[in-house]
């Protein structure tokens, strides 16, 4: 079988493995939350979110009643956690919010917000009476058993908004002045908190946090081999460019999916990083199949473009892991394992490089000792 063939089966085999946990299921409620949820008659359905937050629910379509308990830890003195309706789609402008506050001394306020075009631009977000919504029993209290701080509501829907597919966005923070909530914190996980659902079957209708979360993580393990690890060693192993290509390929195909997700929230950089780096690794591979002869006049001016933009290449794939690593923030594991891996790779280099000038030295000696030899009036 040849070569090619089996690291091509390899890298798909790979790239496969890591997409499977996007078919799992949806994260249930904690058990904890689920007993705490119970005692606030919150029996139908219950989610685990991002930034930690758990959401229960009940539900009557008859009655369009809609009731919710939504929790999560808000660790430090002060902090603000919020749950929200938008009739517009998942996101956060447009919201109709109840945000609960924790102040420094340990008291508890909670009040009704409207998050709109202006609340983006940064302009002061303070509490309003009319949301648009028939809201009842809306309270913010602390659940010492679990070390949570809950919402709890019960929401009559209007019509214009479709109990089956209903924007439903939550946020976490940590900065208050009195009775308004500073900014959230700007991870990507802060930017993944709504979601699409059917609330009479739980269905998310949308991707979930989950998935996205799942499919950045399989498009930064893809890009870091493929392009990472891959390309670099096919510099000393040619037949492992065909291995990289494929990985780093699927990686950015992901990627280009991801950033069309990422509707309020663009990473310009890293994105044109990467439409560089699959254009001109494309161009080399075919390079590789259109290179000339060894007898032709030009080869010696393809080697030097070929090296020069292959070196090129790494430079910039490195630099843009780097910019992934930092948009991902995953644990520090990932950046020091990837620094490592460049470690050993340059030694790897250098050192052929040494033995290589070293060989090259050695018999341009010999030569020279021999010529000497066979001409010693010379």
Known sequence: MPLNFIHFRLSFVFALVLLLPLFANGHRCSEDFLVEAEKLSIKQYCNKKTLGAEFGWNYNDKSRRLDIAFGAKLDGGIGWLAWGLNPKGPHMVGTRALIGIKHQNGSLECHKY???????????????????LDIRNFSFFYLDAINYYMIKATVFLPLEYNCSRANIVWQIGYAVAEKEPKMHP??????NSAETIDLNSNQVITYTDQQLSQLRTAHGILNIVGWGIFMP??????SCQIAGYIVGSAGWAIG???????KYYVYATHGIFAITIFTS??????????KPKRNDSFRTYWNIYHHFVGYALLAI?????FKGIAILKPDYTWKWIYIAVLGILAATALSFEVYTWTIFTIRKIQ????????NPSK
């Open 114 to 132: 409207s998050i709109t075009d202006a609340t983006r631009l940064g302009c002061q977000l303070l509490p309003i009476d009319d949301l648009g």
């Open 186 to 191: 700007t991870s990507l996980k802060n930017f």
């Open 281 to 290: 690794t494309t161009i080399q591979m075919f390079a590789l199949v259109f």
């Open 256 to 262: 280009l999916w991801l950033g069309k997700q990422s």
């Open 367 to 374: 030569r020279r000792k021999s010529r000497k030899t066979k």
């Open 233 to 238: 060693v096919g510099v000393i192993i040619a």
């Open 317 to 321: 794939i490195s630099m843009n892991i």
